[in-house]
């Protein structure tokens, strides 16, 4: 690990052996993080003895293991658990041209999870991650504040990769989000993930794929752009 800046034509590369992971667990909740898992808010390294690693990319769970969508995610938004509530294992497409309070949207619903928390259950609890993808810096701070004022940010991890990142970081932070989530799924909670947003991600790997010479399609998106999000959305 280390700045890429000061990598140039003709260094010497050498390989790790290990295919990429990103730290999970209970070291995260409460930290902004990058799509490798390093922490990013200042706030010195992640607890060791609360963290686990986790291989970014990892097989979707069989049709045989899935519940039917059968309890709510209750977002607290009226509108939304009224006309169109969301269940827990449902995917949901927030679309709208730009400006239109998209991400605002996506905000509110991670505030208002945390009254899942005041509940003595642990079954109960929804961890939430937020994965920032090709954002301004500044989205990303403004976030970083309105989550504390909301007494949302305790359970919550901030995955970070933002428009001055490089296209392979912004490619990989759906990912290790998704990881990030897996962890509570598998230990008997559940998790809400926000990816904002996926076209960003596409971009970054349109931009990756012509770097390597792959043929295009169209608009010069890679063949495969599709199949990068559905592996995604079928964790």
């Known amino acids: 690990s280390g700045n890429d800046v000061a990598i140039k034509e003709g260094d010497l590369v050498k390989r790790t052996g290990s295919i990429v992971d990103v730290p999970v667990?209970?070291?995260?909740p409460g930290r902004v993080v990058d799509a490798l898992g390093v922490p990013i808010d200042g706030k010195g390294a992640l607890q060791v003895e609360g963290a686990e690693r986790r291989r970014v990319e990892a097989k979707a769970p069989?049709?045989?293991?899935r519940k039917s969508v059968h309890e709510p995610l209750q977002t607290g938004l009226k509108a939304v658990d009224s006309l169109v509530p969301i269940g827990r294992g449902q995917r949901e497409l927030i679309i709208g041209d730009r400006q239109t309070g998209k991400t605002?949207?996506?905000?509110?619903?991670?505030?208002?999870q945390k009254r899942s928390h005041r509940s003595s259950s642990t079954s109960d609890s929804v961890y939430r991650v937020h994965v920032a993808i090709g954002q301004?810096?500044?989205?990303?701070?403004?976030?970083?504040?309105?989550l504390p004022e909301a007494d949302a940010l305790e359970y919550s991890v901030i995955n970070a990769a933002t428009a001055s990142d490089p296209a392979?970081?912004?490619?990989?932070?759906?990912?290790?989000?998704?990881?990030?989530?897996?962890?509570?799924?598998?230990?008997?909670?559940?998790?809400?993930?926000?990816?904002?947003d996926s076209s960003k991600?596409?971009?970054?790997?349109?931009?990756?794929?012509?770097?390597?010479?792959?043929?295009?399609?169209?608009?010069?998106?890679?063949?495969?752009?599709?199949?990068?999000?559905?592996r995604l959305s079928e964790r």
Not at 25 to 28: D, F, N, P, S
Not at 136 to 146: D, E, F, G, N, P
Request: hydrophobic share 40%; with cysteine.
């Open 168 to 196: 392979p970081l912004q490619f990989l932070a759906p990912y290790s989000g998704c990881a990030m989530g897996e962890y509570s799924r598998d230990n008997g909670m559940h998790a809400l993930i926000i990816y904002d």
């Open 201 to 230: 991600q596409a971009v970054a790997y349109r931009q990756m794929s012509l770097s390597l010479r792959r043929p295009p399609g169209r608009e010069a998106f890679p063949g495969d752009v599709f199949y990068s999000h559905s």
């Open 136 to 146: 301004k810096r500044s989205t990303v701070a403004q976030l970083v504040q309105i």
């Open 62 to 65: 069989g049709i045989i293991e």
């Open 25 to 28: 667990g209970k070291a995260l």
């Open 104 to 112: 605002a949207i996506a905000i509110d619903i991670i505030s208002n």
